[in-house]
């Protein structure tokens, strides 16, 4: 007599075709093409996001083109993580290496970087001063292509290099540490 | 039991840019709808939302959808992972504990996107028998359809005179088109499209205060057929009729029915089930099969039921289904006093 059936698989796909980017993010992309980071300031708290969202979450009011401010290209490290990178399939990383978030001057939000470019993980800490350094004009990704869906500033920044500041204190960077 | 009415409803335009993000759908939709009663986010006491990850092939989505209600500081919500509908029934029970007086309900989804909604559906079936068939909604509707033209003696006729009555389209042309699966034509399925809506509930005399006509809760019930359509009767809906009896549709003279049917063999099975009779104007909106915005097709209805109250009417039902062949129901009876 056959075995009773206990187990039987079940393989199963479906295929979600990407929405197109927010209106909202295509500027973004387009922007950050020209070597230019921008954020919506909120007209009721002055909080500036950084990619903007077209609202202020906290006063949930629309932002909207007349709210776009400049956001600069350097900023200080607020908290970061040294990763050791395990050897499992579609790992790409062999040695450790520094997952940053990084405020950037100018921006209420922050975002996460994992290039430090000449750093040594020894020397990263908070408060450290960092500068994008950005990718060639024709390497940054157009708004149209794959710019406007990545997180963060994408692949229009490689890594992040110190400004050799001074540090910035705690205090200043304290309520943005998640 | 406190007294309960809706006092508001809001919907997203339709016309919404290519990408547009559902908080940007949903942000000035549920300002519409507590602008419309003088009310800010500051005034809800309680929040519900509907919405379906399935949908986009997000994770967690209602996190970011929550930000259009205002979540700090932190607000009293919970979320249901279905139509709209079910989270006005949440908040209705919410509002019975009697603490707070005024609830937000707000869905959102964007059945454009993704898959197809037919092949997205098929991850609602039992992983066993029909989910490896990619049985989707649309041919179960067919086998629906073919169920009540057995029972009932109607033909594909009577089926497109349901959409000619939506549509002012002509029943001899609507019969030309070719079948998507027979006896369903194009025109008998409600086609998959965006939406976002928001209601605002409010309990007793506030209601009054707020808005001229409110729409009263007159009686509320959801119920569920098995899951398995194999084991139903598929040309009838018990738990449509249950869900009835318990919300008191019989009570009284029903002028509008505003039912959640996206494929037209659903809504004679409704209409029976609800026990409705001819004279009852159904769906004067359009309703399911004009646009199905999956998880507020259902509170929008509810949403037009509303509409009828405050437009003179002074009873209607708002009716509301998830899961395969209107597997479970929701019925809301709405009266003007």
Known sequence: MAE??????????????????????????????????????????????MPPRGYCPLCVVETTAKDEVEVADRGTITTFSVITPLQY????????????????????????????????????????????????????????????????????????????????PREHFAEHIV | MRDIAIVSFAQAPADQPPGQTETLMLLPTITAALDAVGMTRRDVGFTCSGSADYLTGGTFTFVQM??????????????????????????????QHGDVDVALVFSSGRASLGASLRETLTFQLDPYYLAPLGADYVSLAALQAD????????????????????????????????YVVAPLRAHDVGPPVDGAAAVVLVAGDRAKELCDRP??????????????????????????ALAAEKAGVGRGEVEVAELHAVCT?????????????????????????VANPM?????????????????????????????PCLQQNLVCVLEGR
């Open chain 2, 66 to 95: 929550l930000e259009a209600a205002g979540a700090w500081p932190p607000i009293s919500e919970s979320h249901v992972e279905m139509d709209g509908a079910w989270a006005l029934y949440e908040a209705w029970v919410r509002l």
């Open chain 2, 215 to 240: 729409a009263w809760i007159a009686g509320i019930d959801h119920r569920a057929d098995p899951h398995y359509p194999g084991m139903r009767d598929l040309s009838r809906s018990p738990s449509t």
């Open chain 1, 4 to 49: 009773p059936v206990q187990f039987m698989s079940h393989f199963t796909t479906v295929e979600y075709a990407l929405p197109d980017p927010s209106p909202l993010n295509v500027h973004f992309a387009e922007e950050l093409a020209k070597g230019r980071i921008i954020g919506h300031k909120c007209p009721a708290c002055g909080m500036v996001y």
């Open chain 2, 295 to 323: 998880v507020v097709t259902g509170l929008t209805r509810i949403g037009e039921a509303f509409r009828q109250i405050a437009g003179g009417r002074n009873r209607t039902v708002g009716h509301a289904s998830s899961g």
């Open chain 1, 89 to 168: 399939q579609g790992q790409e990383e062999t040695a450790d290496y520094v997952q940053a978030t990084i405020l950037l001057d100018g921006s209420d939000t922050t975002i996460m970087v994992a290039h430090l470019d000449g750093i040594a993980i020894a020397d990263v800490h908070s408060g450290l001063r960092v500068r994008a350094v950005w990718a060639p004009e024709a390497e940054r990704g157009g708004a149209t292509g794959s710019l406007a869906r990545q997180m963060g500033l994408g692949s229009a920044v490689t890594s992040w290099e110190a400004t050799g500041e001074a540090d910035v």
């Open chain 2, 265 to 289: 063999p659903e809504e004679i099975v409704l209409a029976e089930a609800l026990g409705l009779a001819d004279r009852v104007d159904v769906n004067p909106s359009g309703g399911g099969l």
């Open chain 2, 147 to 178: 169920a009540v033209m057995a029972r009932t003696g109607r033909t594909e006729r009577d089926l497109a005179e349901i959409v000619a009555a939506r549509t002012a389209l002509d029943v001899d042309k609507l019969l030309a088109e070719p």
